[in-house]
């Protein structure tokens, strides 16, 4: 077979993705198969894209781990732009002074976790597009994963370390467009504050200092607009302006070991009101150390606070039309 006819066959099993409604990965792999890169280049990139499609046969559900090593696929092209994958976790390591553990690293969100914590989370976000924003963005892994697999994300991320940065954009040069949008910030997270008008952020703050921590719960708090989600890794915000929707634990991370994972919820001042007034006790009060018993009545914490996969304390919403086919095809529903 020759070169031509071997490339027309990608671009047609690329536009048969695109008919499984997948249409930003597909669109990706588009660009690369009408480049000038070797074949064995794009038939490991459609192998890699082909393992999302087929996951969602296994077991009549999804298989986060193969859905995962698509993304990994993607990931390892887009960072080849920037001299290499390896060489871009190289200088990530160098820029951020802390030790990386495998290619996915130093803090980084591994896109097995990043596939069950976006799931989480997205659904509770009720517009048909979803504005979403990672801090401390580092190279811009988890903004790339949150663009790949929902096509109406707007994703951001904020990052202050400028040859994190510099990486990120060499990235998003090769990512292109006509996917979810992709828009990088190099900024203070405690002066610079766009983030604070998303629907859906991400805080993995395990590489972060107290005064850090304590600096951006005290935005959150008061300058995170009501309703936005809110996901946190290790600990739980620390404040009844939020509360928490769902709380799981990853087993593996790339930095090593479990991760505890938080989705919470902003409240509006009258929930908040609501919230300290009456001193309605939820099972994750404890995670929140928040110490809130009734008048006269001694609050003894739910049982479920021992579960690491408890129900959330608030009914998850009905999903939207908009969401329903990124649902189905990670959910596995009909």
């Given at each position: 077979m020759t070169e031509r006819a071997s490339r027309r066959r990608v671009v047609r099993a690329?536009?048969?993705?695109?008919r499984r409604q997948w249409r930003a990965y597909a669109s990706l792999l588009k660009d690369v198969c009408l480049s000038v890169e070797p074949l064995d280049v794009l038939a490991s990139r459609l192998a890699g894209c082909q393992l999302l499609v087929d996951a969602r046969d296994v077991d009549g559900s999804v298989a986060d781990s193969l859905c995962a090593r698509g993304l990994t696929s993607a990931l390892t092209w887009l960072y080849e732009g920037t001299g290499?994958?390896?060489?871009?976790?190289?200088?990530?390591?160098?820029?951020?002074?802390?030790k990386v553990v495998g290619s996915h690293s130093y803090g980084e969100i591994g896109p097995e976790c990043f596939l069950r914590t976006f799931r989480e989370a997205r659904r509770f976000v009720t517009s048909p597009r979803v504005s979403f924003c990672d801090l401390g963005s580092g190279r811009g892994q988890t903004v790339f994963m949150a663009a790949l697999v929902d096509e109406t994300c707007d994703a951001s991320g904020v990052e202050v370390v400028a040859g994190l940065h510099e990486i990120a954009l060499a990235a998003k040069a090769r990512f292109g467009s006509g996917?979810?949008?992709v828009t990088f910030h190099h900024a203070d997270l405690e002066e610079d504050t766009p983030w604070t008008a998303a629907d859906l952020v991400f805080l993995n703050w395990i590489c972060f200092d107290k005064h850090l921590v304590d600096a951006l719960t005290s935005i959150a708090a008061h300058a995170l607009r009501p309703g936005a989600i809110l996901v946190t890794f290790t600990t739980a915000i620390q404040s009844s302006h939020f509360v928490v929707l769902r709380k799981f634990l990853h087993p593996t991370m790339p930095w090593g070991g479990p991760c505890t994972?938080?989705?919470?919820?902003?409240?509006?001042a009258l929930a908040h009101h609501h919230r300290i007034t009456f001193a309605d006790p939820t099972p994750f009060d404890d995670d929140q150390a928040l110490a809130l018993?009734?008048?006269?009545?001694?609050?003894?914490?739910?049982d479920t606070m021992d579960s690491l996969d408890v129900q959330p304390a608030i009914p998850t919403p009905p999903l939207t039309p908009h969401q329903r086919n990124f649902s189905d095809f990670f959910c596995g529903n009909n």
């Open positions: 690329c536009l048969e993705l695109s290499g994958f390896e060489a871009a976790a190289t200088s990530a390591r160098r820029a951020a002074g802390s996917r979810g949008t994972v938080f989705v919470h919820k902003k409240l509006d018993p009734r008048p006269g009545e001694p609050y003894e914490p739910s």
